[in-house]
């Protein structure tokens, strides 16, 4: 069996007395889309936030390919290509849908104050590349006719793959992406559905969060299941669907 990109062991995550995450423990394969299931409150988005670095840990390790990233700081994460998307689609309401994806272009030597104005030949050429990044990356994502519209003037859809844009441009090994599907329209579904084929058919690992069980019957290659803050089961779709224990924490089925 493969090394995992991502291992998650014995993550908690207290408020209080509330236990968010309480011991959750499993792995993410590389080059894979793995689904992330269970009933609302089963811990999945303060997952996202522990492994991202946006929450801290109570306790339990975060390991990314190989390296221990527990105590990383959510920048750092990202350097090392771990992305993350959110539910509620983010943006500057004062910048166009070009400035976002330029700001996420990875490694620009032009960041500092120094470089920038000492950078000349150098910066010029990273960023004219990291242009020609946005524009490809906004037409593959069929962004292109809104390249400048402020994020603000965009549908929840296209906001959504804006999101999807925005990890992309750092070059990320691992996406995490929170259901980007959500309150989108249909034709808008399928298509953001197609692009995440695409992004694993290029070698980019993805853990899933989605409510819509056809979306993650098509799209995953395995799932996980959570409930109460810790890791309840996984496999195939088919496997994880007629789970007695799954039925009962997911699907709200009582065992006859």
Do not use: W
Request: charged fraction near 25%; proline fraction near 3%.
């Amino acid at each position: 069996m493969s090394t995992p990109i991502l291992r998650i062991q014995n993550l908690q995550c207290h408020f209080g007395g509330l236990r968010a995450l309480d011991g959750a423990s499993f792995d993410v394969s590389a080059k894979k889309v793995t689904g992330l299931i269970g009933p609302n409150g089963a811990g999945k988005t303060t997952l996202f936030n522990c492994i991202s670095g946006l929450l801290p840990k109570t306790a339990g390790t975060v390991v990314f390919k190989g390296v221990d990233i527990s105590t990383n700081s959510p920048d750092k994460i990202t350097n090392r290509g771990l992305m993350r998307t959110f539910q509620l689609a983010r943006g500057c309401p004062r910048m166009t849908v070009f400035e976002h994806l330029m700001l996420y272009g990875r490694s620009q030597s032009g960041e500092g104050v120094i470089a920038a104005l000492m950078g000349g030949k150098k910066v010029s050429i990273e960023e004219a590349e990291l242009r020609d990044k946005a524009l490809a990356l906004a037409k593959r994502l069929k962004l292109d006719h809104v390249l400048d519209n402020l994020v603000t003037a965009l549908s929840g859809g296209q906001k959504k793959l804006l999101e999807i844009g925005r990890a992309l441009m750092s070059e990320p090994e691992l996406i995490l992406l929170d259901e980007p599907m959500a309150g989108v329209n249909p034709a808008l579904v399928e298509q953001i559905a197609e692009h995440l084929k695409d992004i694993r058919a290029r070698g980019c690992s993805i853990l899933l969060i989605e409510h819509e069980m056809a979306l993650i019957e098509a799209l995953c290659d395995d799932v996980v299941v959570m409930a109460e803050g810790k890791f309840l089961t996984r496999g195939s779709f088919s496997e994880v669907a007629s789970n007695k224990t799954v039925q009962e924490a997911y699907l709200g089925m009582k065992r006859s």
